[in-house]
């Protein structure tokens, strides 16, 4: 009985729309779900999907990539029960983020309907520690001929719409951005809705403070960057065993990841912070974005350039901006910018991935979802 309900929900959530050429070239994943009517297009290193609809209103997403091997991974999955934006930002290579990509929504949905399709933080909560507990067991087994998966991780922001409520469940230092309309003065207010886990961030020092009084070098000053153990940025993530598990701390992993002395408790933490918000009329859309585009935008840029133009090519207007900025930082022209390859970008901006989506209040007021569901899963076929 629970078995058939899980397999109908399972429906629910996957898309099973009619476009079957969906895997590799465009970009989708979805076993022929939708792709919300969207149309993929690239400009060099640049990937996007102008507008498209999913099922509380439009998306638009645009992915550049910057290092040898896109460490970004993105997804849209929208069906009856609601929609799961996510993005996962990753670090040391592209391994985990394509894991999570390919597992932390399955276990989701599988979550959700073992309480009939019900979404709650704990369902997000559940879904992150499958994936934490799945990947450590690819570190294990891929111990003895890969070792230096081990030093692999992703940060990932989670957005999930369920009925009228969202949910925000982030590890790292991705974003996201409420653009909230001002009364009627037709102005757009910019609402951080995530908590990030970067040790740039003071509390965040402190925090780790709190978690290891013992160790007087949790958090070191290098080159005028904050790292953990003088290593790595973000406290909390995805993967990254090499500082959760002292067994993957030893050689034959590269020196620089390995600690000086034993690791008796784990440094880094894969536990998210999530948030519920109640979606209100005046709530416009939301900016998902990895940490490149916050490093050259402002919220309240970011809000103010969404609100200012069409809502299709938002996303890619949004990545076109932080990349004019970086530009400027630099001294050059956004022209020659565009000129250089990618490992070689990677000195200029990061990987940038940015999701925008757009509310339809009618839609949600009523418990509504738009038809076809959606499934998509940005820049596949970027190497």
Excluded at 141 to 158: D, F, K, Q
């Amino acid at each position: 009985m629970l078995q058939g309900f899980m397999n109908l929900l399972s429906l629910c959530w996957k898309p099973f729309g009619h476009e079957k050429g969906n895997h590799g070239a465009n970009g989708v994943l979805g076993g022929g779900g939708s792709s919300g009517g969207s149309k993929e297009g690239k400009d060099g290193l640049l990937w996007y999907r102008d507008i498209g609809k999913y099922g509380s209103g439009d998306f638009s997403m645009a992915v550049i990539q910057a290092n040898q091997v896109l460490e970004d991974q993105s997804q849209i999955e929208s069906g009856q029960y609601g929609t799961f934006v996510g993005i996962y930002d990753g670090h040391g290579g592209p391994e985990t983020a394509r894991y999570v990509c390919d597992h932390l929504f399955k276990h989701f949905r599988a979550i959700a309907a073992e309480s009939q399709g019900v979404v709650t933080a704990e369902t997000i909560q559940r879904a992150f520690r499958q994936t934490e507990e799945g990947f450590t067991t690819l570190v294990s087994e891929s111990w003895s001929t890969r070792p230096n998966i081990a030093t692999v991780g992703t940060c990932c922001l989670v957005g999930v719409i369920h009925q009228q409520t969202l949910f925000i469940a982030n590890l790292g230092d991705s974003r996201v951005v409420l653009g909230k309309k001002v009364g009627n003065t037709g102005g757009m207010a910019a609402l951080q809705l995530s908590t990030e886990h970067n040790a740039n961030i003071a509390a965040i020092r402190q925090e780790l403070k709190e978690l290891h009084p013992n160790d007087p070098q949790i958090v070191v000053l290098k080159h005028g960057v904050w790292r953990v153990k003088g290593i790595i940025q973000v406290s909390r993530s995805i993967g990254d065993v090499y500082m959760k598990h002292a067994r993957y701390n030893r050689e034959p992993i590269n020196g620089k990841f390995r600690l000086p002395e034993p690791m008796n408790m784990p440094i880094l933490s894969a536990n998210p912070t999530i948030i519920s918000h109640d979606l209100q009329p005046n709530d416009s859309f939301l900016i998902f974005a990895s940490d490149g585009l916050w490093e050259h935008l402002s919220n309240e840029k970011a809000v103010d350039i969404v609100h200012s133009h069409p809502r299709a090519g938002s996303a890619k207007r949004l990545v076109k901006a932080a990349l004019q900025e970086a530009a400027r930082k630099r001294e050059m022209r956004y022209s020659d910018l565009q000129k250089i390859d990618k490992k070689v970008r990677r000195h200029f901006h990061d990987d940038i991935t940015v999701i925008v989506l757009f509310f339809n209040h009618d839609l949600i007021s009523r418990g509504a979802v738009q038809d076809p569901p959606v499934s998509i899963r940005s820049a596949l076929e970027h190497r």
